[in-house]
């Protein structure tokens, strides 16, 4: 990001004049740090100014189709180009609407966290994923090389198989596998210098297995290496990592934030800058991580978001918040029946005292700025559980074929409540072996309660586990 001698007398004016737009966005950001989550998440940057400025008043942001931009003169071009001045230049590196998702994100991520960061906005949240980890498995050295990460074994199927079969069978990168990721030590016992970056998924889809993630941040930063967290089950609204010394946050788009089931959508939030041993000449991989992504490995490999996605996941995440408190009442509602229906052996919920990992996401899973009378913000787990029906495979699959309110669906984070099982649905391609390592038995369904009222879901439940 140099504006050295090379540049001729109408590139720098370009420069120069794209101060004054540069210093107003900062003046719209540091406006913006000052709301609360609500507000961000209804307003992001896009304030009544800029609606008259650039979009005709209207309250909404524009969605732009066009895949590109056009130019005043040869030295704008070069300028935008070079990105020596803001620019979107080609919907396949940047579109005007995808950018004002990407404030929003970066800001609720960072939200109360002391940090700044920065966000780009995938085409799902696998390409997120694929992008986030690939950055850092790298050559460093002519020769060859050996290239390990340290992984939860506990992952969305997507991303299991993207480490498995993508990254160890066909390119032969050492994946080392924690079982039990509320063990730090078998964390430790993984770690060794040729160690890129540790993984975890908190909760993870389906097990909602947790960590404590500041003692793994620091594990990673004691080793010079991104701790890297996919925290979709979570939102912004319940978990910001980065708090806690996440380098990198993962979200699918798909789920939660945007409930409404109308798009696929990933997100990658960097903190500002990254820990990493992973020597690159571009300054931003480790100042900004998110913007390089987004500049160089985004542009070359080609996952863009699409504009209107990124409308329809402005519009959900306006009200993640008081939606996120909603559904997770709603579930903890419905994992308490669950939990004492005779037909049901177990009920995974982080909300249960009785459930393994409800310690840990106790102190990390909060509804931002909500208040339980003594100055504390309260406990929210999410919509995620799952439970086991008793007795054969079949049962289990008796009770799903019943339901009459709940979507059979591999699907989650909506509005409307979903279930699926996950042994022959999401986690059918990993085989026996990898599935009973990762707890997830063919008795198991997977619901995510939406924002109906529970006793409803409650009833419809009782009905299907009804001989
Ligand atoms: C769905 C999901 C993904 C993948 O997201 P897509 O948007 O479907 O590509 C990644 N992580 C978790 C936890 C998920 O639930």
Not at 291 to 298: A, G, S, V
Request: charged share 25%; aromatic share 10%.
């Amino acid at each position: 990001m140099s504006d050295g001698p090379m540049y001729g007398p109408g590139v720098k004016r370009y420069i120069e004049e794209s101060k004054k737009l540069l210093a107003q966005r900062q003046a719209l950001l540091e406006r913006a740090k000052k709301y609360k989550f609500d507000t961000i998440a209804v307003h992001g940057l896009y304030s009544p100014e800029v609606a008259l400025d650039q979009n005709q008043g209207a309250i909404v942001e524009p969605v732009y189709f066009a895949t590109s931009q056009a130019y005043r003169d040869s030295d704008e071009l070069e300028a935008a180009l070079a990105y020596l001045i803001p620019t979107w230049c080609y919907t396949r590196i940047a579109n005007p609407t995808t950018y004002y998702l990407q404030d929003v994100l970066a800001l609720l991520e960072g939200y109360k966290t002391g940090a700044d960061t920065s966000c780009v906005v995938t085409a799902s949240g696998m390409s997120a994923i694929a992008l986030a980890t690939d950055a850092f498995l790298v050559k460093q050295k002519s020769g060859p090389e050996k290239i390990n990460f340290v992984s939860s074994v506990q992952l969305y199927g997507g991303t299991f198989q993207n480490f498995n079969v993508r990254k160890r069978q066909e390119r032969g990168i050492e994946v080392r596998w924690v079982l039990n990721p509320d063990n730090l030590e078998e964390w430790k016992s993984r770690v060794d210098e040729d160690t890129r970056f540790l993984y975890m998924e908190a909760p993870s889809n389906p097990q909602q297995s947790f960590a404590d993630i500041k003692a793994l941040a620091g594990l990673a930063h004691s080793w010079e290496i991104p701790f890297i967290i996919d925290a979709t089950c979570a939102t912004p609204a319940l978990m910001r990592p980065v708090a806690y010394g996440a380098d990198v946050v993962i979200h699918s788009l798909t789920k939660s934030i945007t409930a409404g089931g109308l798009a696929i959508g990933g997100a990658l939030i960097s903190r500002k800058p990254i820990v990493t041993k992973v020597k690159n000449d571009n300054p931003l991989f480790k100042e900004s991580f998110a913007e390089y992504i987004q500049f160089l490995p985004y542009r070359d490999q080609g996952p863009s978001a699409s504009p209107m996605n990124a409308l329809f996941a402005l519009n959900d995440i306006r009200t993640l918040r008081s939606r996120m408190d909603l559904v997770s009442q709603n579930c903890q509602k419905v994992a308490e029946f669950l939990s004492r229906h005779p037909r049901v052996y177990q009920v995974d919920y982080l909300g249960l005292s009785s459930f393994r990992f409800h310690k840990l996401a106790k102190r990390y899973m909060k509804l931002v700025d909500s208040d339980d009378g003594k100055g504390n913000e309260v406990n929210r787990y999410g919509h995620l559980m799952s439970f086991r029906v008793d007795g054969p495979a079949e049962n289990a699959r008796k009770a799903f074929d019943k339901f009459k309110i709940i979507f059979r669906a591999t699907d989650l984070g909506r509005v409307k409540s979903v279930a699926t099982i996950p042994a022959i649905s999401t986690h059918q391609q990993q085989g026996e072996e990898a599935r009973r390592l990762a707890d997830i038995p063919p008795q198991l369904i997977r619901l995510c309660v939406g924002a109906e009222d529970p006793d409803d879901i409650i009833a419809d439940l009782d009905q299907a586990l009804k001989d």
